[in-house]
């Protein structure tokens, strides 16, 4: 299957960190091979780059993981294709406007049925299951919401409905952002870690690469990145249960649904 990789900061923050180890599994210590993505927000805008070449032998991935560039939202994506060939219309993350905001998304997993789901205005541009899934779901979310964009808890909650419908099809794991929050939907694997003062020294666990957060971070700094597996292997990372949705705003967790609520 594919990884996903997000995050969420209450200050302009680089991805390099962790985008570092996230591109050591796109073909090298992992087996997704089949393309990479990623969007940036800063203040609303988003810019996103697409590369269906392994993200371990792409110049461009390369690139990224040496720039600074700050932003305060990412979803990244590197796959394995199941479901469409390897393209570059079939690279995650997937974009399209709802209420004057650019929607991005990916995800990892399979959905039987997928091809099923009905669509309108929002067509797919590649013919994966995931995007067919996130047409499906900008859809559902227009029309019931109309041309009113809901407050933050009333959106995650239906979020969180459209997310555990895809759940019944089969390994719906994905990120899903406006600009504003960051939605994290887990069936499978999803993991997370707040970063705070007293910031600490962390160590990738696919690459020798090692940073110490507290001499590239001031003390307000909260920082989370949310990942398929964690990327580190000396911090605490949690682990999000199947069928949780968590709503990541400036760092901080702003909405929490379990299974049992």
């Known amino acids: 299957m594919c990884e996903l990789l997000g995050m969420s900061a209450n200050v302009p923050t680089d991805i390099c960190f962790s985008f570092s180890g996230l591109i050591a599994r796109g073909g090298r210590t992992g087996p997704h091979r089949d393309g990479w993505g990623m969007a940036m927000y800063r203040d609303g805008h988003v810019w996103t780059m697409h590369d269906p070449r392994p993200s371990c032998d792409s110049d461009l991935a390369e690139v990224m993981s040496k720039s600074s560039l700050k932003c305060d939202i990412v979803i990244s994506h ?78 995650a909650e239906a979020i969180t409905e459209l997310a555990l419908q895809m759940k019944d099809k089969g390994v719906f794991n994905m990120m899903l952002s406006d600009g504003t929050a960051l939605y994290c939907f887990c069936t499978t694997k999803l993991h997370w870690i707040v970063r705070r003062a007293p910031f600490k020294k962390a160590t990738l666990s696919d690459e020798d690469i090692s940073i110490n957060f507290q001499e590239v971070t001031s003390d307000k700094d909260v920082v989370t990145v949310i990942a398929t597996q964690p990327l580190t292997h000396d911090e605490e990372w949690a682990q999000m249960l199947p069928g949780e949705l968590c709503v990541f705003q400036g760092g901080e967790v702003v909405f929490q649904k379990k299974p049992s609520e």
């Open 78 to 155: 590197i796959r394995q294709a199941n479901v469409g060939a390897v393209s570059l219309p079939n690279t995650h993350p997937f974009s399209r406007v709802l209420w004057g905001k650019t929607w991005t998304y990916a995800h990892n997993g399979q959905l039987e049925g997928a091809e099923l789901l009905p669509v309108g205005i929002h067509q797919p541009l590649g013919s994966t299951d995931s995007e067919r899934a996130f047409c499906w779901m900008i859809e559902q979310l227009s029309t019931r919401f109309g041309e009113q964009e809901p407050d933050l808890i009333i959106l």
